[in-house]
């Protein structure tokens, strides 16, 4: 039953299903307290929330209802003081490592007008441990082949922090100097936005890269022009 409403909610109005996740949202504690007993029950919970982020129209109420309550999920199973929350939470982030993350990907590979809402949907699952955000920014490849849509993911990812951490800006610093250099000027731009993002944190950080911006932005694109200003 619960599994064939799931499986036909790309048929159902925008009204109905917003409304369906808000009833969700008011049993939320409840929630909380089920998935918390019973790692089994997390499974197939998350599983049924990736059926919503799978088929959901990006432009619908619905679909951004989902995405914050999934990200408002992550953040709280994470952040949980608990009682033996911590073995709870070692098998919830492993399951979003290792089942989670690369559904999510499939999803940003297949649906570019959902790729900021995932990447955001990344960062929430792992904002509280900085090791697993840099496992996922370096995993990214693994699951989107894409390297345009992997140097997206990487100017999405950052933007949601909030405070400079030299050893995470790092790996984006990386990445993004490499794709200063390549053919693609999507990536160019990628990469350049990225900058933009470190230097707004920690100007000081990108001071041994300025020639180099300084070259790219004599290129004839605007959009990279745009993005060296």
Not at 19 to 45: G, P
Not at 174 to 202: D, E, F, M, Q, W
Request: with cysteine; aromatic share 12%; proline share 1%.
């Amino acid at each position: 039953m619960v599994t064939s409403f799931f499986d036909s909610v790309d048929k159902l109005s925008d009204a109905v299903l917003y409304k369906f996740i808000e009833e969700m949202k008011q049993d939320y504690d409840l929630i909380m307290n089920i998935l918390f007993t019973n790692t089994n029950e997390m499974v197939v919970f998350f599983t049924y929330l990736l059926i919503l982020v799978k088929k959901l129209n990006p432009l619908d109420h619905s679909f951004t209802n989902a995405i914050h309550m999934i990200k408002s999920l992550a953040r709280d199973i994470n952040e949980s003081q608990q009682t033996a929350s911590a073995s709870f939470q070692k098998d919830f982030n492993r399951f979003f490592m290792g089942h989670l993350l690369k559904n999510y990907c499939s999803v940003i590979a297949e649906s570019p007008n959902k790729r900021q809402y995932i990447c955001e949907l990344i960062y929430a699952h792992c904002a509280h441990d900085l090791q697993m955000r840099i496992k996922v920014v370096q995993g990214l490849k693994k699951y989107i082949k894409s390297d345009e849509t992997v140097y997206a993911c990487h100017a999405f990812l950052i933007s949601n922090e909030e405070v400079f951490n030299e050893q995470w800006f790092d790996v984006f610093l990386y990445y993004a100097l490499i794709g200063l250099s390549n053919p693609k000027v999507s990536i160019r731009v990628y990469s350049l936005n990225v900058l933009n993002t470190i230097a707004r944190h920690n100007a000081e950080s990108i001071l041994d890269i300025t020639e180099k911006i300084l070259n790219v932005s004599q290129e004839k694109h605007w959009e990279v022009k745009a993005q060296c200003l």
